[in-house]
């Protein structure tokens, strides 16, 4: 009998306390300022670990990076654009609104990277990929949502984030990687650890603030239900998309971990404060809840992936 994997419980576990923990705003916040360290050391682990060399291909790697723009900002918008009509008399407005919202978010960066780390995939054309999606979702967004939602006061937010917290690690990571990188990656299995334990604590943060916010309010067990199944499903169309058209193109194991990870993916740190920064405020908990059970679903569905990759035998290179 296989083994529980301890990340998908840890996962689990974090997202139960979440939902039922009401934690005081201090505890909330500590939570948060410490999931925001945990990050920032991650992308300077990210950043030592990975030879120069391997991040200019990954930031080269025009199929790659190409097919993850693709995923994230065309085929995930047609496809949320399609299913608009047919989920608002089901879900209502402020429901199926927020099916649209997700589709046009960009991808996380933290998970998306993670992930890909943890199959052994392309991680340098991963942080490239998640970081321009994200800087690129900063006006691509509010422009989708000017244009097909029809809001108006749709603001391009702030890279500020994305720079400092991500950008600036890894790049000073990769400065330093030139005397530390070789000693770093003669220990893979603690830096795997603290991989995984950074996507745990994002996911206790981001449940325990949709929890604190009433999020959860007024909804109903057939409403549920449905965002789910809708979630799933569209989950696994998007994932398989990834996997086979990077396969078509005949990308690399690595690169094709990379687009599976990145072009899957859709960022809730991202998406809830451009919620809060373009809907009035009164229809901003219906709009979050599609992206805050997305993003459940994609982590959970998305870690057993990476961990069941990880532990694959790879292919004998010639």
């Known amino acids: 009998m296989r083994r529980v994997d301890p990340f998908i419980v840890a996962i689990i576990t974090a ?33 030592l670990r990975l030879r120069t060399s391997e991040v200019l291909a990954g930031l080269t790697n025009v199929k790659v990076q190409g097919l993850i723009f693709v995923s994230t900002y065309v085929v995930f918008p047609l496809v949320g654009l399609a299913l608009h009509p047919l989920l608002t008399p089901i879900l209502g407005d402020g429901f199926s609104n927020g099916f649209l919202f997700l589709a046009f978010l960009p991808s996380t960066i933290q998970s998306s990277v993670t992930f890909t780390s943890i199959a052994r995939g392309d991680t340098a054309a991963a942080v490239c990929a998640a970081t321009f999606s994200n800087v690129i979702g900063m006006f691509l967004t509010p422009l989708y949502v000017l244009v097909f939602m029809n809001i108006e006061g749709a603001h391009a937010g702030s890279i500020t984030t994305v720079l400092t917290q991500l950008l600036l690690p890894f790049v000073i990571g990769q400065i330093l990687q030139v005397w530390l990188g070789n000693w770093i990656r003669k220990y893979p299995k603690p830096l795997k650890v603290y991989d995984q334990g950074t996507v745990v604590v994002i996911v206790l943060s981001a449940v325990l603030d949709s929890t604190a916010a009433n999020t959860w309010d007024g909804v109903t067990p057939l409403q549920i239900a449905v965002i789910i199944l809708m979630s799933a499903l569209l989950l696994a169309g998007i994932l398989a998309f990834t996997w086979y058209s990077s396969g078509w193109l005949k990308i690399d194991r690595g690169g094709r971990i990379a687009v599976l990870m990145c072009g899957s993916k859709k960022s809730l740190a991202t998406g809830l404060p451009m919620a809060q920064a373009i809907f009035p405020a009164s229809i901003i908990g219906p709009i979050a809840v599609p992206v805050i059970i997305f993003h459940q679903i994609q982590l959970f569905v998305c870690a057993m992936i990476a961990s069941r990759m990880g532990r694959e035998e790879l292919p004998a290179t010639t």
């Open 15 to 47: 997202f139960v306390v979440g939902l039922l923990w009401p934690a005081p705003d201090g505890v909330r916040e500590g939570i948060a300022v410490a999931g925001d360290i945990l990050v920032a050391i991650l992308f300077f682990l990210y950043g």
